[in-house]
């Protein structure tokens, strides 16, 4: 079964802390991406990747980290200095053609 | 730089009416542009793209070059058509960047 998930679907963080949402494809796509997604601005980008041991900052990097380290993963840890963490997360993977695939997304709530 | 803009956030339209999604963009070199949808508690997935010049349960989007847009439209508007429709813009360097999206809702 092909396709690209994320996981955990929510996710509650205290204030401080840092936390890491996974994003896994098996369709061998070289492009990942990590989006966010708030009521009213649409998507925006945080971070993309296109090859392994290669990611380059969106338009939102800013409390963001990411690795690359196979071509399958594409974590992303929102650290304690993001202001504003609580939001939808989506991530995405492309082949060249670039027609990306969606996951599910993760809802990440700071409590 | 690339950018995408959808003007209206969103968008109501009466069943049976024509629907018309605005896009625009800013690219210097040859753009790739795409559809993507999103209805209620599903995936963002792509409905359409440019280079394939398909019309998908009955949209069609046309490039415009001179007025950089690339406008969704559908003539007869569907209930089911209500969702967020999001347009992007490829720069062929496996970069995809969005507009912030327009919420249609068909009413019944």
């Known amino acids: 079964d092909g396709g690209i998930t994320q996981s955990p679907k929510y996710l509650f963080r205290k204030e401080g802390q840092n936390v890491t949402l996974s994003c896994e494809q098996n369709?061998?796509?070289?492009?990942m991406y990590w989006y966010r997604q708030d009521p009213g601005q649409g998507l925006r980008l945080i971070y993309y990747?296109?090859?392994?041991?290669?990611?380059q900052k969106g338009d939102i990097a800013e409390g963001y980290s990411v690795s690359r380290e196979k071509k399958e993963s594409f974590p992303l840890t929102v650290t304690s200095a993001q202001k504003n963490p609580t939001a939808f997360y989506l991530c995405?993977?492309?082949?060249?053609?670039?027609?990306?695939?969606f996951g599910q997304g993760t809802r990440l709530t700071v409590v | 730089a690339q950018r995408v803009t959808q003007p209206e956030k969103l968008l109501s339209v009466f069943k049976g009416a024509p629907v018309e999604l605005k896009c625009n963009y800013s690219?210097?070199?040859?753009?790739?542009l795409f559809w993507y949808v999103q209805y209620s508690r599903q995936r963002l997935q792509l409905l359409l793209r440019?280079?394939s010049r398909e019309s998908i349960k009955g949209f069609t989007a046309d490039l415009n070059k001179g007025e950089t847009s690339f406008h969704l439209k559908k003539p007869f508007a569907q209930e089911e058509d209500s969702a967020m429709y999001y347009c992007?813009?490829?720069?062929?360097?496996?970069?995809?960047?969005f507009g912030t999206g327009t919420r249609l809702t068909v009413i019944p």
């Open positions: 995405a993977s492309s082949t060249q053609g670039l027609e990306a695939f």
């Open positions: 369709l061998n796509h070289d492009a």
């Open positions: 990747s296109q090859i392994v041991n290669d990611f």
């Open positions: 690219y210097s070199g040859s753009p790739e």
């Open positions: 440019h280079i």
């Open positions: 992007a813009l490829g720069n062929g360097a496996n970069n995809l960047f």
